[in-house]
């Protein structure tokens, strides 16, 4: 029986093999599509396995009819393995096409099945044929349906990548296809990977338009690869940059200090011109461009324009080179008129404005300073923006000619009257005068009387009773103030007025008002760390410390409080008052005390009076005047328990 379930199961595994072949064979005949074929195939069918009619005969196993021993069985099972490949999953093995369709491509790959890969993997190969050989990745020896799962597209990506790998081991040159532009970029494809191209790694000269490289197979050199993100940038630059290295050492072997060249200009910068002079830079500074003063180098020079230039100097080891334009040209100074001297006058435009002065270029490449200290007979005019500005066309005089030294000085306030001659005559001391008041500084007030004719007004001369921390507390820049004139030095051009002068000094009346010891009223108009500041009457302000300021309560005065203030202190010379609040209610405790005291001494006095009168009269006394005595002893005796 047992061998009769053995023969059941064997057949039962030849039937499953049967049908598997029945499924292959009906691919087979949907590709031949031959009716011949299809009955010839039935026929092989229906005689091979057919199933014998009547009894089966079970001891045929034991005539050895189909029974291997277990060698021949594991030889058999040996050759049979050997006619397939081993295939790993995850690996790349390589496929020969056996059959095409529009939906699947039919791989050969030496295993127990074809594979079958998307014929959209296929795109770049569309001259594929029946026998050509390709490269798929194992993603699955077998799927749900027992079907082999390869994939061409990832095994191109991961060729790729090992490709690219390897290119920046070895530092390798690789091929790549510009595919797109994208923000600050290109986008390269390198064997189906996306690389990022930078703008900056294009070419070694600034590109203002990527577009023109999109569509173009080019070399690149992969210059950094992340391996998390798969993120791979590559560098079209640097293989430029070794083929101009050569070149550079070539090129600056040949140099020589004064060569003329012929260069583009490859780049504009604030400070300069790069000039290409056929491989290697050179640097124009802006300042070798023109013997004119020029804000931009732009102003004189484009993109790509041809010029020649002239070798100033140039580094062998930092292949540095110097270039000059403006002399290939004769200087200005060369040019200047013969007959300009000192005192001459000359026009011309402020090209430039500093702290200090004002340049003014007569003709280009030829400038004069004009120093702050020679735009105005004003001792107030602290700086030249003040008075003039970049593009002013004005008239000077020359002060100073070094045509050696290229050097020249130049005036404007010669052109005008000095406004100091007469000076003496015009404001004698102790005039009165009207000043417009233009700069304020923490000591005092610049005015000005007139044009060129400046004076100062000492903090300490605005007023005579209020106390200025800063000018800007009594008057403001643009105001007229009535002043007086102090003092007059003509030599060193220095003029000292006053506006407190222009009435008495109150300071006389307030001597004899605010004495000390007396007391006034006053507000507090401010709070400070050591002390208060205090209005009084006549507009007189006085200081009143901390420790003054303490009310009966214990409390301080507080801003805008109205009180009573005792002069603890007056100095005339520093306009100085000093006064206090507390000293006031401290002294009326004291009087009170003293007050006090002396009704108890005069009480001591009266006492010591009686009892002495009585000790002068007790040999006179009686029985009844002892009496009277005792009461008198104990009267006293009370009082003074009361007054203690």
Not at 53 to 64: I, P, R, S, T, V
Not at 447 to 472: A, M
Not at 582 to 589: G, L, N, Q
Request: contains cysteine; aromatic residues 6%; glycine residues 8%.
């Amino acid at each position: 029986m047992a061998k009769k379930q053995e023969a059941e199961k064997e057949l039962a595994a030849k039937n499953a093999e049967l049908q598997g072949a029945d499924t292959k064979v009906v691919k087979d005949t949907e590709q031949i599509e031959s009716e011949a074929d299809s009955n010839l195939i039935d026929d092989i069918k229906s005689t091979a396995w057919s199933t014998p009619e009547g009894d089966f005969d079970w001891d045929l196993d034991e005539k050895a009819f189909g029974n291997y021993s277990d060698t021949e069985r594991a030889k058999l099972e040996e050759q049979y393995a050997g006619t397939f490949n081993q295939i790993n999953q995850g690996e790349i093995i390589e496929g020969t096409v056996v059959s095409i369709n529009n939906k699947d491509v039919v791989l050969n790959v030496g295993f127990k099945s074809d594979g079958l890969v998307a014929s959209s993997e296929f795109r770049d190969l569309p001259d594929l044929k029946v026998g050509d050989k390709v490269d798929v990745f194992v993603e699955s020896q077998e799927d749900a349906n027992g079907q082999l799962v390869l994939s061409r597209k990832r095994a191109k990506t991961q060729k790729s990548w090992e490709a690219i790998n390897e290119a920046l081991e070895n530092d390798a040159i690789i091929d790549g296809f510009v595919k797109s532009r994208t923000k600050g970029g290109l986008i390269v494809d390198i064997k189906g990977v996306e690389a990022f191209l930078p703008g900056s790694q294009i070419d070694i000269k600034p590109i203002r338009d990527y577009d023109v490289y999109v569509g173009k197979t080019m070399e690149f050199k992969v210059v950094k690869i992340n391996h998390e993100f798969k993120n791979v940038v590559v560098s079209h630059k640097v293989l430029i940059e070794d083929d101009l290295e050569n070149q550079k050492s070539e090129i600056v072997a040949k140099l020589e200090k004064g060569q003329v060249l012929e260069g583009t200009v490859k780049n504009i910068t604030d400070f300069g011109v790069f000039i290409d002079l056929g491989g290697v830079d050179g640097l124009l500074h802006i300042t070798d461009i023109s013997w004119g003063r020029i804000e931009h180098p732009k102003e004189v020079l484009a993109l790509d324009q041809t010029i020649n230039v002239v070798v100033l100097d140039f580094d062998d080891e930092k292949k540095r080179i110097a270039l000059g334009l403006k002399q290939l040209s004769e200087h200005p100074w060369e040019s200047l008129d013969k007959d300009l001297a000192v005192g001459s006058k000359v026009k011309g435009k402020i090209v430039t404005v500093a702290d200090y002065g004002a340049f003014l270029e007569i003709i280009p490449g030829v400038e004069g300073l004009i120093h702050v200290s020679e735009m105005s007979w004003s001792q107030n005019l602290r700086s030249p923006q003040e008075f003039l500005k970049v593009g002013d066309e004005i008239e000077a005089e020359i002060l100073t000619l070094d045509r050696e030294e290229r050097k020249m000085s130049l005036g404007i306030k010669q052109l005008t009257p000095d406004p100091w001659k007469n000076i003496t005559e015009r404001y004698p001391i102790g005039s009165k005068q009207s000043a417009v008041v233009k700069n304020m500084t923490n000591f005092g007030v610049f005015v000005e009387l007139e044009d060129g004719i400046d004076g100062l007004i000492h903090i300490s001369d605005l007023s005579w009773s209020k106390k200025i921390n800063h000018p800007n507390e009594f008057t403001k820049v643009g105001e007229t103030l009535e002043v007086v004139v102090l003092e007059l030095d003509e030599e060193n051009r220095k003029l000292s007025l006053g506006h407190k002068q222009l009435e008495e000094n109150p300071w006389d009346t307030f001597e004899t008002i605010f004495t000390e010891g007396s007391i006034h009223e006053g507000t507090v108009i401010k709070v400070g760390d050591k002390g208060d500041i205090v209005a009084l009457q006549y507009g007189v302000e006085g200081f009143c410390p901390n420790k003054h300021s303490i009310k009966e309560d214990g409390n301080p005065l507080k801003v805008d409080e109205v009180a009573e203030f005792k002069i603890i202190e007056f100095n005339k010379e520093n306009k100085r008052l000093v006064i206090s609040h507390s000293r006031i209610w401290e002294d009326k405790k004291s009087e009170a005390r003293i007050e006090e005291f002396n009704n108890r001494k005069k009480e001591a006095k009266a006492a010591n009076s009686a009892v002495k009168k009585v000790k002068d009269s007790v040999e006179k006394s009686t029985l009844g005047d002892l009496d009277v005595l005792a009461q008198l002893k104990e009267q006293m005796e009370g009082d003074e328990k009361k007054s203690k």
